[in-house]
């Protein structure tokens, strides 16, 4: 995962200190030493904001303090009494616990639920029809950031970190393939205040018990990034300082705190219980609620109403442009005019009512008695720059049905677009990026109709336009063109749904694509408006294959076995390859096979079978081959897969190790290792058994007592070679 360059040191130094013992006398020649530039630091983009992000769940413990927003592509739930000074966006439900404060706003695709004496000063969406954009942007300002600091060029070092003192650079625990922390370690900035540590573990990275990162000399934590292949355990008490970027889960022990970010790519981050003191994240870095009738600090600035500047950056950000409430059936509208996906979006409303921001700038005012005057304010955040803030006010009474304005018609229609624009498409959770037009990407596409202009026209009952008002469209498995880009070339979509103003006389227009072929329904509602129309994407092409199966048995015995092979896309399409060089099957062992096909049919598969002798034994190779196309110098899209199966004889049995834990024991489980040596270190104590011995079902034990509630690493040697590392808390 890591690029490195091996070194002895850990600092560099170009100048030294020498003394020369000569015959005629004693010579001292001395220079100051001078050390390596600092590296750059990683830019977390539109990820800078969080404290916790994670691509499955979150749950934090009780007592805890996080300092930035909360992000999840599943469930969050938070610990009782907790502080937040942030935004929660949940791709499932938020479930906050007794006595919490959070000052900013919860998003959440499913139900919010708050506990007892919780305190939120921010709007609550729930139900939502996708994951916020902000999230989305985030996952993948992460995804960059990780493969940014993966290609620095890093020093080796040794896995077990304790006791070191590391000065500015790129570290990495490439020898050992893993890092441990028992103790402190001390990073030391030398009085420069942009000092940058990079850390890199290829594999995991687990700290000991009542473990510390220590910072010196002017080191900063929001400057300090661990970033590891895997996953990231702390112990209890653990103290650890600098952002963490880890490939897959967080687990943290109880009372562990962390100055600095917590990040997990694939998997989820896991709280213990956290102490009174224990706090995570950066000061500052939240998306926090302005309260009704508060103030900002900072610049002014330009523009009508109330525009000013709020924050602690130095540059100048943006100042929301907003255009006059509109009346709707649910409270008022207004638009965003220079919505900016890159910022962060919060909004209040005085007067008891909820602001909604939308992923297109739609801002909605809802909850409002009927004749109550309102300001509702908008205020866009970036990290380094000066927060834009702006207000504008409006009267409820002006809202609702009380203008005699209903929708009652939209129509809908939806023209296909050719194969000229095919794009390059690749999913993210919660939404989907367009790359088309990045030069060096040949994905996988369709072969035509690409993708739909889906347009309309929304009226009352008298056939009048309606300008400004909201129109949803929405459809299974469908994506929809935000209009934002999410990177200089890179599409945003929304998944399922989306919502848009329309025109001033009264028209709208969105794109459409799809994923996944065959035929879907887009339906377009307003109010008591709803149109459809039936829109349709072809067959996967056959350049679209990423995925190539081979099915057959372990091992065989009798007159004949059966092979099956798949093709299928990215998105789980079958793939139909024909043309000459694309596809290739190829038996090579006992028995005689039928007729092996050159191509995969309709359905995306190829099968065939392989008479036996009862003579025949021995071992046989499938393999199968994919060109998208057919093009053997081109690599990108080539696809080798083999299988093996033993014929007349039974297949090896299988070898696997597993650990647990129960009644203070740690168990440890080899299947399949008879007569080889098992040597496994359980945090300091050693294992050793010279040779496993035989048990039913092969599958042989081993319990160490060591205690309940013992954080510890248990490594597993077969013959002298490491085959498992795990991190556990016994039980």
């Not at 040191?9 to 050390?35: D, E, K, N, Q, W």
């Not at 209890?236 to 790519?265: H, K, M, P």
């Not at 043309?579 to 995306?604: L, M």
Request: charged share 10%; proline share 4%.
């Amino acid at each position: 995962m890591f690029s490195k360059t091996k070194s002895d040191f850990r600092m560099s130094i170009s100048f030294f200190t020498i003394t020369s013992l000569l015959t005629l006398g004693v010579v001292g020649i001395t220079a100051s030493p001078s050390y390596a530039a600092s590296p750059t630091g990683v830019n977390l983009a539109g990820a800078a904001n969080f404290a916790v992000l994670a691509k499955t769940y979150v749950t934090t413990g009780a007592t805890s303090t996080i300092n930035g927003d909360i992000g999840a592509g599943a469930a969050i739930t938070t610990g009782a009494t907790s502080t937040h000074e942030g935004s929660l966006y949940a791709g499932a439900a938020i479930t906050t616990g007794a006595g919490n404060s959070i000052n900013g706003s919860l998003y959440a695709v499913a139900a919010i639920t708050n506990g007892a004496s919780t305190k939120i000063e921010g709007s609550q969406k729930s139900s939502q029809p996708g994951v916020s954009p902000l999230f989305s942007s985030a996952m993948s300002a992460m995804d960059a950031a990780i493969a940014d600091a993966s290609a620095r060029t890093s020093t080796e070092i040794s896995s077990e970190l304790g006791g070191t003192t590391l000065l500015a650079g790129v570290y990495s625990g490439a020898p050992a393939g893993f890092l441990t922390l028992t103790g402190t370690i001390t990073l030391d900035a030398r009085n420069d205040s942009n000092a940058v540590f990079i850390i890199k573990s290829p594999t995991y990275l687990a700290a000991a018990a009542s473990s510390r990162v220590t910072l010196v000399n002017g080191a900063k934590a929001s400057n300090v990034f661990w970033l590891t292949g895997g996953y990231v355990s702390l112990g209890a008490n653990a103290s650890i300082a600098g952002n963490i970027l880890a490939s897959s889960y967080v687990s943290l022990g109880a009372d562990a705190s962390v100055q600095g970010r917590i990040f997990s790519q694939t998997g989820y981050i896991l709280f213990g219980t956290s102490g009174p003191g224990s706090s995570f994240g950066l000061a500052g870095i939240g998306t926090t609620v302005i309260p009704p009738g508060g103030t900002g600090t900072g610049g002014t600035g330009t523009g009508t109403g109330t525009g000013t500047g709020a924050g602690t950056g130095t540059s100048s950000g943006l100042i929301p442009i907003l255009t006059t409430p509109t009346p709707t059936p649910e409270g008022v509208r207004f638009l965003i005019s220079n919505y900016d996906p890159t910022y962060t979006w919060t909004g209040a409303v005085t007067n008891g009512g909820l602001v909604g921001i939308s992923a297109t700038g739609v801002v909605t005012v809802s909850g409002l008695p009927s004749g109550t005057p309102f300001t509702a304010t908008i205020m866009a955040s970036k990290p380094g720059l000066i927060s834009g803030i702006k207000s504008v006010s409006g009267n409820s009474a002006n809202s609702g049905t009380a203008s005699g304005v209903i929708a009652t018609n939209v129509t809908i229609q939806a023209s296909p677009v050719g194969a000229d624009t095919t794009p390059a498409v690749e999913t993210v959770q919660g939404q989907t990026v367009d790359a088309r037009l990045l030069a060096s990407v040949n994905p996988p596409s369709y072969n035509k109709f690409e993708y739909y202009n889906a347009t309309g026209i929304l009226t009352d009952a008298q056939g009048r336009p309606l300008g400004g008002a909201e129109v949803t469209l929405s459809g299974q498995r469908l994506l929809f063109s935000t209009g934002s880009l999410h990177s200089s070339t890179r599409q945003n979509f929304a998944v399922g749904s989306i919502s848009t103003l329309t025109s001033a006389t009264g028209a709208y227009s969105v794109e459409v694509r799809s994923n996944v072929s065959g035929e879907h329904t887009l339906i377009a509602r307003s109010g008591a408006a709803i149109g459809a129309q039936v829109i349709k994407f072809d067959e996967a092409s056959d350049k679209a294959g990423t995925e190539l199966k081979i099915e057959t048995p372990d091992s065989a015995t009798g007159t004949a076995f059966s092979v099956s092979v798949s093709l299928k896309d990215p998105f789980g399409n079958k793939v139909h390859a024909a043309a000459a060089g694309k596809f290739s099957i190829k038996y090579v062992g006992p028995g005689v096979a039928s007729r092996i096909p050159v191509e995969t049919d309709a359905n995306g598969l190829a099968n065939f079978t392989v008479f036996l002798s009862p003579t025949d034994k021995g071992i046989g190779t499938i393999t199968a081959t994919y060109d998208g196309d057919a093009n053997t110098a081109t690599l990108q899209d080539n696809i080798v897969v083999t299988r093996t199966i033993y014929i007349g004889q039974a297949a090896p049995a299988l070898q696997q190790i597993s650990v647990g834990s129960f009644k203070g024991y740690v168990a440890i489980y080899a299947l399949g290792y008879q007569g080889q040596r098992l040597t496994a270190k359980i945090g300091n104590d050693w294992v050793i058994v010279p040779a496993i011995p035989a048990a039913p079902d092969n599958l042989y034990r081993w319990v160490e007592p060591v205690g309940f509630g013992v954080d510890c690493v248990v490594r597993i040697f077969i013959d002298r070679v490491l085959v498992k590392t795990v991190n556990l808390t016994t039980k």
